[in-house]
């Protein structure tokens, strides 16, 4: 194993220099979701260069509108080339800024990364790691047309070994019907995002019931954050489907009090939501410490971001299907190599020193649409 690493990065050396590149890159299709629609993915990378030369990179994989317990893009990046850049220039050291905790997982993670090069060490050593997992295909068209929604549920269940459906509540229980009726025994869960009202009084009371009666492998994030956890309990003792929390997952104090609370019994994890890939392994082992099972999310992040996720979902803590699907269900080129399906529903883990895929130099060039250095290269 790996000496120990401190999530908060505390642990360190002081980078020679440190890049953030904000980036463009197109997607094959538009994604709808409760909260937005995307048709291309701006994202930020990371570069951490160490005075032995070594490099590494993280991704902060916010979206441009507010609802998943992130920072938007524009506070991340703000906050990046502002007080973050001015930080690691003049004292060395990573800054702390909880309010923006996917912009600090970006600078960890890349911290981390290149510390794993310079000595050589995999992921595995952190993690563990299978050489692949299996995944969930996320149908992401909330509020499409349910034809289209089926169609691509098809589709996509031909490579998954599970299915995730983006609902809104107005159509949610028409939707999850027609999937389950047209693609068989694979497993389907729905992710609402929050968008439900928890309000018992309300007409969402009654879909959301007749929703429990259906053969889903669970529903995720049914209320938003904030709504009390009473409301979560009373859904989750209300019929057989398990509750996962995705939005509501923004800390290991927050996820233990769901899951002895009954809230739930599922975790979405997302490395970017808690701080970096190390702060997340430490929630997902609070979850099995729990009695709960988890995932890892998916938040559409390029190939920094996917394969630095997938070195975490191949922990033995992650017992569920990734939401972190292959390369080609979502870009035609990545920005780094591409995540590989491994044909029968499962990912490619990547494989060798470090924890991310680099990006490949000329495609960083062609979708960087700004950047920001600081340069602390120490004189020989």
């Known amino acids: 194993m790996v000496d120990a690493v401190n999530p908060d990065g505390s642990d360190i050396e002081s980078p020679a220099n440190v890049a953030v590149f904000r980036v463009r890159v197109p997607l094959l299709r538009s994604q709808h979701s409760a909260h937005h629609d995307l048709i291309d993915r701006e994202s930020i990378l990371v570069r951490w260069q160490r005075t032995d ?21 524009a506070e991340a990046w703000s906050w990046l080339i502002g007080p973050a850049l001015g930080s690691l220039s003049e004292t060395g050291s990573i800054p702390d800024s909880p309010a923006r905790p996917a912009a600090l997982g970006a600078i960890r993670d890349a911290a981390l990364d290149a510390r794993l090069r310079s000595e050589s060490i995999s992921a595995a050593a952190l993690f563990g790691e299978r050489e692949q997992v299996p995944t969930t295909a996320v149908v992401a068209l909330a509020g499409g047309v349910i034809d289209e929604v ?32 047209a693609v068989g025994p694979i497993p389907v869960a729905l992710d609402a995002n929050g968008s439900f009202d928890p309000d018992p009084t309300a007409v969402d009371a009654e879909r959301l019931a007749s929703l429990l009666a259906l053969p889903l492998a669970y529903i995720e994030q049914p209320y938003p954050p904030r709504a009390p956890l009473e409301r979560w309990r009373s859904l989750a003792v209300a019929g057989d489907v398990p509750l996962a929390v995705d939005e509501s997952a923004t800390s290991i104090g927050e996820v233990r009090t769901a899951l002895r609370s009954g809230a739930c019994s599922i975790v979405s994890i997302k490395p970017a939501r808690l701080g970096g890939v190390l702060a997340a392994s430490a929630v997902a082992d609070a979850v099995v410490e729990e009695g709960g099972t988890c995932f890892v999310g998916g938040m559409f992040e390029l190939g920094v971001g996917r394969s630095t996720a997938l070195r975490l979902a191949a922990s033995g803590s992650c017992r569920l299907p990734t939401d972190v699907g292959p390369t080609a269900r979502y870009l035609e080129e990545d920005i780094t190599e591409a995540v590989g399906s491994t044909g029968d529903g499962g990912v490619w883990v990547p494989v060798g020193s470090g924890l991310a895929s680099a990006p490949d130099p000329e495609r960083l060039r062609r979708w960087t649409v700004d950047h920001a250095a600081t340069d602390r290269r120490r004189p020989d």
């Open 53 to 73: 030369g070594h490099v590494g990179w993280g991704e902060c994989p916010t979206l441009p509108t507010p609802g998943y317990a992130t920072e938007t893009t």
């Open 150 to 181: 089926v169609d691509r549920a098809v589709a996509l269940a031909a490579d998954a070994s599970a299915l995730k459906l983006k609902v809104v509540p107005d159509s949610a229980l028409e939707v999850a019907r027609a999937v389950l009726d």
